[in-house]
């Protein structure tokens, strides 16, 4: 998601081809062709510029909606809905299953359609699997110099990432299991309770709110492309 | 007017052997900068930089070219055909049509004859969007206070939408 405003003009973009499974829109006052996943022009006249990103989190609607009430939300058109066009419920598992086209001296650390989640902290960037995340959340782990935590949503689908530093202090945060719908988590340090927008919700350290890190949800196949020098996330020996 | 176009049609037959090869080398060339795009950059295939970069200049220009070749041609076949045989009228119609389907192939977007855009994009509240269902995934943005969901379903087929949230133009990718 992008600012469409470059230098001060407002761009209007439409779709205009792909490259590597990844597609171009085309700004119409220009013609500035742009990557959508890095917000880059690669061809035309405003070519190297970079858009700016839009902070934006992908989330279930339930939880969105429990989170934002007042909130508007995209309507289908109602002629593609109606020639059943959109996306079915079960698309994520079909998309997953397509082929992927490429080289030979690709980085194979992971199989190309992993979905991951792409972090990119001081200039660094770490894939995690979503897998591993459901497997354990959530995630305490170090980018550079930064203390991050990846959070799993108690839909065990929606994603958010921290900076786990509050006024200096580096925290440490478990999951409480409980009688719970929504997720409760407990800082360590102060047993202070927060939940999955990272606010504290009581304790010590209530009303506090932990520095949001984008996550970028990908397949490794595209996130190694625009990240070449990328970590990958390893669980270890346990 | 005629009289212009007798003079300009009359051609000797060394340079009515001429006009035709130029004719058929335009036509073929107006093909070639129409199509090579659309192979280059079909998904499922793998882009280079060079590759991206030959599709965006043949899509910028072609346009403009296919216009120019087809005003030339148009001129080059009105002489051919005075005084052209059966046989070689038809060759010039088989060779026309598709520079005119080029022409007009290269004033389309086909990427939106796949997915539709949606250039007047409505919304609805979230109390009342009883076409997501709690387990469909949203893109969310909050600026400014104004928050706004994204179906991914929706934004799987249109790719992107443009809004203003918050004050602010933006674009909704996916």
Redesign the interface.
């Known amino acids: 998601m992008w600012e469409s405003t470059v230098d001060g003009r407002v761009l209007h973009f439409r779709l205009a081809g792909i490259n590597n499974q990844n597609f171009i829109m085309r700004d119409e006052e220009t013609g500035t062709w742009w990557q959508q996943v890095s917000g880059k022009a690669v061809n035309g006249p405003l070519k190297g510029k970079q858009l700016k990103r839009v902070f934006h989190d992908e989330l279930s609607f339930a939880i969105w909606r429990g989170e934002a009430p007042n909130g508007r939300v995209l309507r289908p058109d109602e002629k593609i809905a109606a020639a059943n066009d959109y996306a079915p419920a079960d698309w994520e598992a079909r998309v997953g299953k397509m082929r992927v086209v490429e080289g030979t001296d690709v980085d194979q650390r992971l199989a190309p359609r992993t979905l991951v989640l792409g972090l990119e902290v001081d200039g660094k960037s770490k894939a995690y699997p979503l897998q591993a995340l459901r497997n354990q959340s959530p995630i305490m782990d170090m980018i550079g110099s930064t203390p991050i935590m990846l959070l799993l949503g108690h839909d065990k689908r929606s994603v958010r990432a921290f900076d786990r530093r509050v006024d200096g202090r580096r925290l440490e945060f478990f999951e409480q299991i409980g009688e719970h719908t929504m997720l409760h988590l407990v800082d360590g340090e102060t047993n202070s309770t927060w939940n999955f927008e990272g606010k504290a919700t009581s304790g010590l350290l209530a009303g506090k709110q932990l520095q949001k890190i984008f996550v970028l949800e990908d397949y490794w196949f595209d996130w190694r492309i625009y990240h070449p020098d990328t970590a990958v996330y390893d669980i270890g020996p346990r | 007017m005629p009289d212009v176009l007798t003079r300009f049609c009359n051609w000797t037959n060394a340079n009515r052997k001429l006009v035709w090869l130029a004719v058929f080398v335009l036509a073929v060339a107006v093909l070639a900068i129409v199509l090579t795009?659309v192979f280059l950059?079909?998904?499922?295939?793998?882009?280079t930089?060079r590759t991206?970069?030959f599709?965006?200049v043949m899509?910028?220009w072609s346009p403009l070219l296919t216009l120019i070749v087809s005003a030339l041609l148009l001129a080059f076949s009105v002489g051919l055909w005075r005084g052209g045989r059966w046989w070689s009228r038809a060759f010039l119609v088989i060779l026309l049509l598709p520079v005119f389907a080029a022409t007009w192939m290269a004033r389309q977007?086909h990427?939106?004859w796949m997915?539709?855009?949606?250039p007047n994009?409505?919304?609805?509240?979230?109390?009342e969007?009883s076409?997501?269902?709690?387990?469909?995934?949203?893109?969310?943005?909050?600026?400014g206070g104004?928050?706004?969901?994204?179906?991914?379903?929706?934004?799987?087929?249109?790719?992107?939408?443009?809004d203003t949230?918050g004050g602010?133009?933006?674009?909704?990718?996916y």
Not at chain 2, 151 to 156: H, K, L
């Open positions: 795009p950059i079909a998904p499922f295939k793998g882009q930089p991206m970069q599709s965006f899509r910028r977007n990427f939106e997915f539709n855009p949606l994009p409505a919304y609805a509240k979230s109390s969007a076409f997501v269902d709690n387990d469909d995934r949203v893109l969310a943005v909050t600026i104004e928050s706004v969901a994204y179906p991914i379903r929706i934004m799987a087929y249109h790719h992107l939408v443009q949230v602010t133009p933006i674009v909704a990718t």
